[in-house]
């Protein structure tokens, strides 16, 4: 039950640091506004409440003495993809930092960039979260309060990460992968045999055209010697 509750957070916290990351790449596009900063900031303090749910969860497992050599190897995988989870979400926040501070809304006169991404973003925020968190703060100075609050979450991330390497000591080194190298490519390469078996044939026949051109080179080449010949043979008897 442990593990499937662990899985199911991580599973969680993932979705969640991906739309955040999605959202990201918006800040400073056609699609930013009042309520994207908003969204932001929703997404990112739900990935910092699954982060320490997650956190609470794995360390208890991990500290305990009593679970078994399979069950600790299997909390450990989940920590060290946990603990990636963290790191990308981390970058993510400082990359957010960065593009706030260089497009800010209460700046109109700063033009903003160009993305190619266009439309609303409220569909990728309500997929982090239910539809009721979803209401915004008449807030004009969102971009410019949040920005503090981010640089301050920033560190806590640091200090967080800091202080899980400490309670729970698992090098990434030491966890092998459950599956083997590019196990999770397999369905993209069973979809894709059929695809392959087209490359094949085609392939196929390829060669047979090719050597249909050879043969017909070769059998125009010799007509055109004949000619050649028959017609030397008709001057010389004229």
Same mark, same amino acid.
């Not at 509750?5 to 991580?10: D, I, M, V």
């Not at 050597?211 to 010389?236: E, H, K, P, S, Y």
């Given at each position: 039950m !442990?593990?499937?509750?662990?899985?199911?957070?991580l599973? =969680?916290?993932?979705?969640?640091?991906?739309?955040?990351?999605?959202? %990201?790449?918006?800040?400073?596009?056609?699609?930013?506004?009042?309520?994207?900063?908003e969204?932001?900031?929703?997404?990112?303090?739900?990935?910092?409440?699954?982060? @320490?749910?997650?956190?609470?969860?794995?360390? +208890?497992?991990?500290?305990?003495?009593?679970?078994?050599k399979?069950?600790? @190897?299997?909390?450990?995988?989940?920590? +060290?993809?946990?603990?990636?989870?963290?790191? #990308?979400l981390?970058?993510?926040?400082?990359?957010?930092?960065?593009?706030?501070?260089?497009f800010?809304?209460?700046a109109?006169?700063r033009?903003l $960039?160009q993305? *190619?991404?266009?439309? *609303?973003?409220? !569909? &990728?925020a309500?997929?982090?979260m239910?539809a009721?968190? /979803?209401?915004?703060?008449?807030?004009?100075?969102?971009?410019? &309060?949040?920005?503090?609050?981010?640089?301050?979450?920033?560190?806590? %991330? *640091?200090e967080? /990460?800091?202080? /899980?390497e400490?309670?729970?000591? @698992?090098?990434?080194?030491? &966890?092998?992968?459950?599956?083997?190298?590019?196990?999770?490519?397999?369905?993209?390469?069973? +979809?894709? =045999?059929s695809? @392959?078996?087209?490359i094949?044939?085609?392939?196929?026949?390829?060669?047979?055209?090719?050597?249909?051109?050879?043969?017909? *080179?070769? $059998?125009?080449?010799?007509?055109?010697? #004949?000619?050649v010949?028959?017609?030397?043979? +008709? $001057?010389?008897?004229?």
């Amino acid at each position: 039950m !442990g593990k499937e509750e662990c899985r199911a957070l991580l599973e =969680a916290l993932n979705k969640v640091a991906a739309c955040y990351r999605h959202l %990201v790449v918006t800040i400073g596009g056609t699609s930013d506004s009042q309520n994207l900063r908003e969204e932001l900031k929703k997404t990112r303090k739900k990935a910092q409440d699954l982060a @320490v749910a997650n956190r609470n969860k794995l360390t +208890v497992f991990l500290k305990d003495k009593t679970i078994s050599k399979d069950d600790r @190897v299997e909390y450990e995988r989940l920590w +060290v993809i946990f603990t990636t989870c963290m790191e #990308i979400l981390e970058v993510d926040m400082r990359k957010a930092l960065e593009m706030g501070q260089e497009f800010q809304l209460n700046a109109p006169k700063r033009n903003l $960039i160009q993305t *190619g991404m266009s439309g *609303g973003t409220t !569909g &990728v925020a309500a997929r982090a979260m239910s539809a009721q968190n /979803m209401k915004y703060e008449a807030d004009s100075n969102i971009d410019v &309060v949040d920005l503090k609050d981010l640089e301050n979450e920033i560190n806590q %991330v *640091g200090e967080m /990460m800091m202080e /899980m390497e400490m309670k729970v000591n @698992v090098p990434n080194w030491t &966890v092998e992968a459950k599956q083997d190298p590019g196990a999770e490519l397999q369905s993209t390469i069973s +979809v894709g =045999a059929s695809s @392959v078996g087209m490359i094949s044939l085609n392939e196929q026949n390829k060669s047979v055209c090719d050597i249909t051109r050879l043969l017909a *080179g070769i $059998i125009f080449t010799a007509v055109l010697i #004949i000619a050649v010949v028959l017609a030397v043979l +008709v $001057i010389q008897l004229s």
